[in-house]
């Protein structure tokens, strides 16, 4: 049993085990007690039957038991691994954006000709007062909405 157990404490770094009697009925308590941050990976097993069927299953329930915890320890590692570099190659991309940020400036936004900004930004006082825009078009919401009470945006336009 001990041999069994030492591949065990080896991985997990410390290994506490419980043995405790209720009535005919024996509870044997693995608890891995290593550096992980993963809960997972400090799960006990916990057996329960008599010391006989302990003696026969107890060597096969930890090595299911140390396989499983070895796999989550290897999943766990490469996840790991793999959100590191991730990080990484995310701070390389956000610090190549703002290198670039600072040498080129954005596009400034397009301009309309002369003149047509002041009709629009008129267009839109007269929408507010109820007067009648530069483009002769009605500002009365009523003229421009549709027979369900709502604004046609086309005639907006």
Known sequence: MFQQLEAFVRETGKVTLTIKMAGEQMSVVVVPCG????????????LTATPAELDEGFVQALQSFEGAHRSLTEQVSATTEILQAAEKSQAGK????????????????????????DDAEAADDAGESGDVPAGGAPADPAATAGGDGKTDLFALL
């Open 94 to 117: 956000a610090h190549k954006a703002l290198s670039k940020g600072s040498k080129a400036a954005l596009p400034a936004p397009a301009s309309q000709p002369d003149g047509e900004d």
């Open 35 to 46: 550096d992980s941050k993963e809960a997972a990976l400090r799960q006990p097993l916990v």
